[in-house]
T-cell receptor
């Protein structure tokens, strides 16, 4: 079935370090891919998205490229800040049928000053 | 514009009691989703609606769980009777019809349920 697998956390980094959170997916057809972020006590909010192969989504210094050949959508940021501490979810949304969104397990990121 | 509104934010109840969680989606959004989040299982899709009609309830864990959407601006998720293993954060999310699979989900702040 359709699924999303992302690296387990927690990930702990020092401020200004480089961040990579790996995400791979399995899906029938051609899904849209997303990264959502969840800050403590809040709901999820969209960070970035890509709707077709080779698209790059970017926002707030984060970016991810839709790689169809490796079925991946890894999240990267060149220099993290303490305020980036949160849980990050990779997700796919099917473009057929009910268009439901399937989430990965989430990766918790801690950034130390 | 108001976002997705959920109530209550926190609910503590005893095993066997009925629990009702409420959601008001963003106006104009035609899809509504109920998710459950736990440490063990992460974020699980329970059920979703399109134009107030339930489309897929395969994620609803048991018959104790039921969901309704009587109109475009209101949905409920009911658990009767509740059990300690139902303790979780329940999220409601909505999305525009025209966005199809490319559109983002807008989440509420969640309802944290604790069943003693």
């Amino acid at each position: 079935g359709d699924s999303v697998t992302q690296m387990e956390g927690p990930v702990t980094l020092s401020e200004e370090a480089f961040l990579t959170i790996n995400c791979t997916y399995t899906a029938t057809g051609y899904p849209s891919l997303f990264w959502y972020v969840q800050y403590p006590g809040e709901g999820l909010q969209l960070l970035l998205k890509a709707t077709k192969a080779d698209d790059k989504g970017s926002n707030k210094g984060f970016e991810a490229t839709y790689r169809k050949e490796t079925t991946s959508f890894h999240l990267e940021k060149g220099s993290v800040q303490v305020s980036d501490s949160a849980v990050y979810f990779c997700a796919l949304s099917l473009n057929t049928g009910g268009f439901k969104t399937i989430f990965g397990a989430g990766t918790r990121l801690f950034v130390k000053a | 514009d108001a976002g997705v509104i959920q109530s209550p934010r926190h609910e503590v109840t005893e095993m066997g009691q009925e629990v009702t969680l409420r959601c008001k989606p963003i106006s104009g959004h035609d899809y509504l989703f109920w998710y459950r989040q736990t440490m063990m299982r992460g974020l699980e899709l329970l059920i979703y609606f399109n134009n107030n009609v339930p489309i897929d309830d395969s994620g609803m864990p048991e018959d104790r769980f039921s969901a309704k959407m009587p109109n475009a601006s209101f949905s409920t998720l009911k658990i009767q009777p509740s059990e300690p293993r139902d303790s979780a954060v329940y999220f409601c999310a909505s999305r525009r019809q025209g966005a199809r699979g490319t559109g983002e989900l807008f989440f509420g702040e969640g309802s944290r349920l604790t069943v003693l």
